[in-house]
């Protein structure tokens, strides 16, 4: 174990390519690691980042390579180290050493791969990120293939590979679990000296750069672009130029990626002081509600929506308690009031993507049968799938005070004087605040991996004094 993180044995590995061998019916797979991508020129290029699937039936970044999975065992085919490297990167492994280091069946030069898939009919693959990558599946796999998150599947070879893919990695295994837990610590170490850095900090950008020098000390990359923001209002703030002032609540959501690329997902908010102002406390407070009620329905067999939909009546009943809402709770949700403050789903998919398989749409997120709904803020839910054991998911309530959405009347219409915009006023120190958390099924209670991340106020201002 390096850095704390475990180390995934190779037979993993080998288990996962055995696996998708055995759904994909004697046809192959044909996945690539994918290719580096320059910031400017070949030699100065963007920190190199393997695609999940690879990774997951490989475990390492193995810039240009693919990895043919099929019933026969599989074959890596990669790069053999250049007399050069040596200089300039550091001695690489053999093709022969790389074999053994990965228990993989077989590995062979990247510049066989063409001739030894020449003719082949049963090939399947997955849409890479870049369109170097796509070029050149295309070639191997005589069709077109898209590149990008998302990308249309139109030939039912990939359509199966994609299929037999999420259903392995929907659940995961006790390797990717160690991963996940490990990644959930440090990330949750991390907010830790974030929150103890805030009180004598300036801007956000030294908060951001106490928890990511904590993350980087435990040899992890970000999971994700770092948020660390003064304006919890905008989702996904990513500047962090921004100055503390008295008054002001601070929404860090920030997770480290472990060695092997394993995602991890928190949010918490927190006061720049050190204490919650009254107002700030009573909206806090609901979300946390919230977010303690939706982790209670991660469990077996319950809908994740039936999460989105607990999280949502929980806001609502706090907004009413507070006199910012009024009326009948279940009318309220129908006109839309949670939305207009909780304008996104509670969570998603974690494992070796942070919104893990979402490169291949809804295919992963939605079980079959589900759709995305047309209501706004519903229809931002990324999941809809009944839990099952070994299934990592994030819950990550807020309230938020979105002017463009205040301003709408489309959407605050409906809520007519059940809204009341001068008990809203007073809460004008609230510009957003999600708490977030990383959860896994179990067989039993919900498994909370970011649990030793201090979520409770008083934990917080205790920690921050």
Not at 22 to 38: D, F, K, W
Not at 169 to 185: G, N, V
Not at 210 to 232: F, K, N, Q, S, W
Not at 406 to 427: C, F, H, T
Request: aromatic share 6%.
């Amino acid at each position: 174990m390096a850095d704390g993180f475990p180390r995934t044995e190779s037979e993993s590995f080998a288990n996962r390519r055995k696996a998708l061998a055995a759904l994909l019916e004697g046809r192959a797979a044909l996945l690539a690691a994918g290719a580096p991508s320059p910031r400017n020129y070949p030699a100065n290029a963007y920190p190199f980042r393997a695609s999940s699937h690879f990774l997951y039936l490989v475990g390492r970044a193995i810039p240009g390579a693919f990895v043919l999975v099929e019933a026969g065992g599989s074959t890596l085919f990669a790069e053999p180290p250049d007399r050069d490297d040596a200089i300039w990167h550091g001695p690489r492994p053999s093709l022969d050493e790389l074999r053994a280091q990965l228990g993989i069946e077989r590995v062979e030069p990247l510049a066989d791969l063409e001739a030894r898939l020449r003719g082949r009919a049963d090939l399947a693959t997955l849409p890479p990120q870049d369109h170097h990558t796509a070029r050149t599946l295309a070639e191997l796999c005589g069709r077109t293939v898209l590149a990008g998150s998302g990308a249309k599947l139109t030939d039912e070879r990939d359509v199966a590979l994609a299929e037999a893919m999420i259903a392995i990695r929907l659940a995961h295994d006790e390797a990717a679990k160690a991963q996940l837990r490990a990644a959930a610590q440090a990330s949750a170490v991390a907010h830790v000296a974030g929150m103890r850095a805030t009180k004598h900090a300036k801007g956000e950008a030294e908060v951001c750069a106490a928890i990511t020098a904590e993350l980087r000390r435990r040899g992890m990359d970000d999971a994700y672009g770092p948020i660390v923001t003064v304006h919890g209002e905008i989702l996904h703030a990513h500047g962090h130029e921004g100055a503390l002032t008295p008054g002001d609540l601070l929404l860090c959501d920030v997770g480290g990626e472990s060695h092997e690329g394993w995602a991890s997902d928190i949010t918490r908010t927190w006061p720049v002081t050190g204490r919650f102002s009254a107002t700030q406390r009573a909206i806090y407070d609901v979300v946390l509600d919230a977010n303690r009620r939706a982790i209670d329905k991660v469990r077996p067999g319950v809908s994740y929506r039936d999460a989105h939909e607990t999280a949502k009546r929980a806001i609502v009943e706090g907004l009413v308690s507070l006199g910012i809402l009024r009326g009948d709770v279940d009318g309220l949700l129908e006109r839309g009031a949670a939305n207009v403050f909780f304008p996104h789903g509670v969570g998603h998919l974690l494992g070796l993507d942070v919104h893990d398989m979402e490169d291949l749409g809804d295919r992963a997120g939605y079980a079959p049968g589900r759709t995305r709904s047309a209501r706004f803020g519903d229809r931002y839910l990324r999941l809809d799938r009944d839990l099952v054991p070994g299934m990592a998911v994030t819950i990550e309530p807020g309230f938020y005070q979105v002017p463009g959405i205040l301003a709408d009347e489309a959407l605050v219409g409906p809520l007519g004087a059940d809204l009341d915009r001068g008990i809203l006023a007073k809460y004008a120190d609230v510009r957003g605040i999600r708490i977030e958390d990383d959860v896994l099924c179990t067989n039993g209670d919900p498994e909370v991996m970011t649990a030793s991340c201090p979520k409770r106020a008083e934990e917080i201002e205790a920690l921050m004094a």
